[in-house]
């Protein structure tokens, strides 16, 4: 079957660091997106694993290891405008994505 | 450069009625989308388009129809809407069906079915 986990909320305090995680079952995977949902918006691109390892752009970083079926997204330096919804999704065996429901990520000052 | 645009921006609807959500690109992306956004789930697709002139389901497309005439429009109809499509409504785009490529959404439609 096709499922993708990731947790439903996360507090983190402005300039520290967070770690938000995904696990995902899909079957014929080619790959996972990040992307960043500020409420009341569209979802925006943020990055794009196919292979294991991590892909850093900026203050947010993306890891994958396809054999374990899990990627995280890493938040650097955190600011009051990162609060917003992320959201992972998995691309299956045909180029469809599989939503997760997304971590509402929340700032303190 | 407008993009994705859709209209309306939101829609309170009595049930029973047909409805038709619009979404026009400018992009000259190939592959077009609709999701629903509910709260709780993830995006859920409704139906997409690979390219003009062809469509197919996805993982909801019960009480919903699309048509994809060319290439910069992509129209939802609910025929007969019920309280349980009311939603957010997203079309996206993208450049073709591969996986690296990104999906670009539109500002969405917050449709209540009543």
């Known amino acids: 079957g096709q499922n993708i986990d990731q947790p439903t909320e996360m507090t983190a305090t402005e300039g520290a660091i967070v770690q938000i995680n995904c696990t995902y079952q899909t079957s014929g995977f080619n790959g996972l997106f990040w992307y960043q949902q500020h409420a009341g918006e569209a979802p925006t691109f943020l990055s794009y694993?196919?292979l294991d390892g991590l892909e850093e752009k900026g203050r947010f970083s993306s890891f994958l290891s396809r054999s374990k079926g899990y990627s995280y997204l890493l938040l650097k330096e955190l600011q009051m405008k990162d609060s917003a919804s992320y959201l992972c999704a998995s691309v299956d065996s045909n180029y469809q994505l599989i939503w997760g429901a997304g971590t509402k990520l929340i700032i303190k000052p | 450069i407008a993009g994705i645009t859709q209209a309306p921006t939101s829609q309170i609807l009595a049930a029973g009625r047909r409805m038709t959500l619009r979404c026009t690109q400018d992009?000259?992306?190939?592959?077009m989308y609709w999701y629903r956004q509910d709260l709780g789930l993830g995006l859920r697709l409704i139906h997409y388009s690979n390219t003009a002139g062809t469509t197919g389901k996805g993982e909801v497309p019960d009480g919903y129809s699309v048509s994809r005439a060319n290439t910069d429009d992509f129209p939802l109809t609910l025929a007969s809407a019920v309280p349980s499509q009311t939603s957010v409504y997203f079309c996206?785009?993208?450049?073709?069906?591969?996986?690296?490529?990104?999906?670009?959404f539109g500002p969405g439609t917050r449709l209540t079915v009543l």
């Open positions: 996206a785009t993208s450049e073709g069906e591969s996986s690296y490529n990104e999906q670009f």
């Open positions: 992009m000259r992306h190939n592959a």
């Open positions: 694993n196919v």
